[in-house]
């Protein structure tokens, strides 16, 4: 008969995420906070040795010693800015030998800024988003995927959003860059269909983490408002969810996974209480 344990509020096969991720080398862009973060930490606790990407090294350098201290894992501090092609390149090109089959790759960084109308918004704001959210996908992809088709191995999870699958006001460019994720998200998986190589995404709802301070240039009370009255996402909700898709059996390719907290039905309809 099948044991089953509950680890981090997930049922699980005892052993069955853990004996297929035992030591694989995985890269998670945005590793410095929120669902990064998360994951890196929940790879971790699989068995996974984690390269963390990150802007802010010194908060790489704290998580890798977490994952260091907790699971016994291998890590490495790649502090590095997406939005640089030619650094991007650079970086995974020189990787140290040991670190260089990366067998599953988690596109997770990416942000909002604002939330003007079209005909109002700030071009900066425009640029930093489709910087990160798009074109930092892409260089990180175009790095790290022909490793794989080398190998034959690999598994890539893009974090995209409930916005990659519809638009709500004062989303508009930040809605765009998402379903842009969503579109890519495909193309890459029809590009692979010849090869052994997974290519999925997950779309959260509400995830409480650092995204609305930063889409709100730093203000947190009006960030905090976006989750009042309700219980939103924890970034390991979604580092759970990447952990099922990466477990799977060979065979099985988890193509898209929407998540929401129970309170919330679609981009705009949220339930909140007093």
Known sequence: MRKYSKIDGLFKREGFAMSLLQNK?????????????????????????PILIGRRETRLQEIGREIEQKYRR????????????????QKIDTLPVEWQAIEILINNA??????????????????????????GLLYITRAVVPGMVRRQKGDVV???????HEVYPGGNVYCATKHAVNALTKGLRVDLVDTPIRVSSI?????????SIVRFHGDEQRAKNVYTGME???????????????????????????????????????????
């Open 74 to 89: 291998r890590w490495l501090a790649l502090p590095l800015d997406v939005r640089h092609q030619r650094e991007v390149q």
């Open 25 to 49: 080398i995985a890269l998670i862009t945005g590793a410095t906070s929120g669902i990064g973060r998360a994951t890196a930490l929940a790879l971790a606790r699989e068995g996974v040795h």
């Open 203 to 211: 779309d959260p709802g509400l995830v409480e983490t650092e995204f």
């Open 110 to 135: 990416g942000l909002a800024r604002g939330v003007s109308k079209l005909q109002e918004g700030e071009l900066t704001d425009w640029e930093e988003m489709i910087d990160t959210n798009v074109k």
């Open 232 to 274: 939103p996402l924890h970034p390991e909700d979604i580092a759970e969810g990447i952990i099922f898709i990466v477990s799977r059996p060979a065979h099985v390719q988890i193509a898209d996974m929407i998540i929401f907290p129970t309170a919330q039905r679609s981009a705009t309809i949220v339930s909140r209480k007093e």
């Open 158 to 164: 893009n974090i995209g959003s409930i916005a990659g």
